[in-house]
C-alpha cells in the first residue's frame, strides 16, 4: 500500500537549496531503510515563524492522507502541534536546528525531534576551552543569532566551569553596518583569553573576513558555533589566518560506514550530503521503522526504543522528553590548502556530551524569566 508522507517547505535566502536537500534526504532515508512504496507531499510555511500558518498546513497534510509529518521548524511551535496530530492519532517528526530550547521538556506523545543540538555544541565548545585553562571569554554573535537561546547555553556554560564572560557583543542588523570594532577594543584591553563567535550563513562569512583583516584575533582562541562550522559556507570563505575551535553535530569527514552510504545516497540524487539533507535523511530512517507499526500507540513505543545508524553515529530518543541524543564532536575550522578557503577537520567524539546535555536540561528546566526569541526556524530568512 502506498504511504503518504508529509513534508512542510520553507524559504532561506541563507541556504536557498535547503528544501532540496531536505525531500532528497527524506527521500534517502526511507530507500536505504527499504521503503520505495511511498508518496511525499508537500505543504510550504514560509519561513516557519507563524504557528497558525504551520498548523494549517499540517492539517491540510493530514486531511491529504498523510500518516506521518516531517519539517524544518522552530521547536517552540511544537507545543501547538500536539493536539492537531493527537486528533488525527498521527506524528510529526521535527527537524530541529538545536538553536532555540523547546517550551517544555515534557514529552509531546506525538512529536519526535530530530536535532542538530546547536546549543549544546556551544556548551560543549566552551567545556573543551575550560579544560584547557580559559578563564575569561567574550561574546559575539550577529543580530540575527541574538534571537536565539545559543547564547544561554554559553553563558551557562562558562558559569558552570567557574569562568567569566567579559564581554558581550552583537553586530548590528543592516550588513553594510557590520563592525568588530568594539569586540577589537575590549579585546586589546582587557585580558580576555577567547572569544565564542555564533554567526550562520553570509554572517559567518561577514564574521571570518573581519576576524582576517584584525590584529587583535591571532592574541586569543577563537571559538565557533556549529552553524559558522556549516561546511557548504565554509567552503567559499578565505581561511581567516588563524585556527577556530567548534563543536559539531556532524561532518562529512566522519569516517564511518553509515556516512559513506549517506553521502553515496545524495550524490545519486544530486544533493549535497550537509545538514540539513542529514536531518531528513534521519528522519527517513525514523519513518520507516514507524511505518512498520500496527498504529500510532505502537509507533510511539518503537520511536522511543529506536536506535538507528546515523551518519553521525548511533541516534536513539529520551523516552521521556522525545528529543534525540546523538554524539557531538570536537573539531576545528583550518586553512584549505587547495583553495585557500575554510575547511572542517574532525578531531573526534566530544567526551563532554553527556554531561553537558544533562547540564543543558537542567538549565531548561530551572529558568524562569523570560526570552527574546525570533519565531522563525534557525537560518529560515528571507532578505
Same mark, same amino acid.
Given at each position: 500500500?502506498?504511504? /503518504? ?16 536537500? =531536505? ?195 591571532? /592574541? ?15 567552503? @567559499? ?25 549517506? @553521502?553515496?545516497?545524495? /550524490? ?54 522525545? =528529543? ?60
Amino acid at each position: 500500500m502506498n504511504k /503518504k508522507i508529509g513534508l512542510l517547505i520553507t524559504k532561506s535566502i541563507l541556504y536557498p537549496s535547503m528544501n532540496f536537500e =531536505l525531500l532528497a534526504g527524506l527521500k534517502a532515508g526511507l530507500e536505504e531503510n527499504g521503503i520505495t512504496d511511498y508518496e511525499i507531499i508537500t505543504e510550504n510555511v514560509d519561513l516557519a515563524a507563524n504557528d497558525k500558518l504551520i498548523y494549517a498546513a499540517c492539517e491540510k497534510l493530514l486531511m491529504g492522507g498523510a500518516e506521518i509529518v516531517t519539517g524544518y521548524v522552530n521547536a517552540n511551535t511544537l507545543v501547538k502541534l500536539e493536539p492537531l496530530f493527537a486528533s488525527a492519532n498521527a506524528l510529526f517528526i521535527c527537524l530541529d536546528s538545536g538553536m532555540h530550547f523547546p517550551v517544555s521538556l515534557m514529552a509531546l506523545p506525538h512529536i519526535f525531534s530530530v536535532s542538530l543540538q546547536g546549543a549544546l555544541c556551544s556548551r560543549i565548545a566552551i567545556s573543551h576551552a575550560v579544560a584547557d585553562g580559559v578563564r575569561k571569554f567574550a561574546f559575539t554573535c550577529s543580530f540575527y543569532d541574538s534571537g536565539y537561546r545559543s547564547g544561554f547555553g554559553f553563558a551557562r556554560s562558562v558559569e558552570d566551569g567557574g569562568a567569566e564572560v567579559t564581554f558581550n557583543h552583537i553586530t548590528a542588523l543592516k550588513r553594510a553596518d557590520f563592525t568588530l570594532s568594539p569586540l577589537e577594543s575590549h579585546i586589546s584591553g582587557a585580558g580576555t583569553e577567547a572569544v565564542f563567535a555564533s554567526f550562520c550563513g553570509d554572517m559567518a562569512q561577514d564574521f571570518l573576513d573581519g576576524v582576517s583583516k584584525s590584529a587583535e584575533f591571532p /592574541k586569543i582562541k577563537l571559538i565557533g558555533s556549529s552553524f559558522l562550522a556549516d561546511e557548504v559556507w565554509l567552503d @567559499k570563505i578565505p581561511f581567516p589566518l588563524m585556527e577556530l575551535s567548534v563543536a559539531v553535530p556532524w561532518a562529512a569527514g566522519i569516517s564511518n560506514a553509515a556516512n559513506t552510504r549517506f @553521502k553515496e545516497a545524495l /550524490k545519486k540524487k544530486k544533493q549535497q550530503a550537509n545538514i540539513f539533507s542529514l536531518l531528513a535523511y534521519e528522519a527517513g530512517s525514523v519513518i520507516a521503522a514507524a511505518i512498520h507499526s500496527n498504529d500510532t500507540d505502537e509507533a510511539v513505543k518503537l520511536i522511543e526504543g529506536l536506535t538507528i545508524e546515523s551518519p553521525r553515529g548511533a541516534l536513539s530518543f529520551d523516552p521521556v522528553t522525545h =528529543l534525540s541524543i546523538a554524539p557531538v564532536y570536537e573539531a576545528r575550522i583550518v586553512k584549505n590548502e587547495e583553495t585557500g578557503n575554510c575547511r572542517l577537520e574532525v578531531i573526534g567524539f566530544s567526551p563532554y556530551t553527556a554531561g553537558e546535555r544533562a547540564k543543558l536540561e537542567r538549565d531548561i528546566r530551572e529558568f524562569k524569566g523570560s526570552f527574546t526569541s525570533w519565531f522563525n526556524a534557525y537560518g529560515c530568512l528571507e532578505s
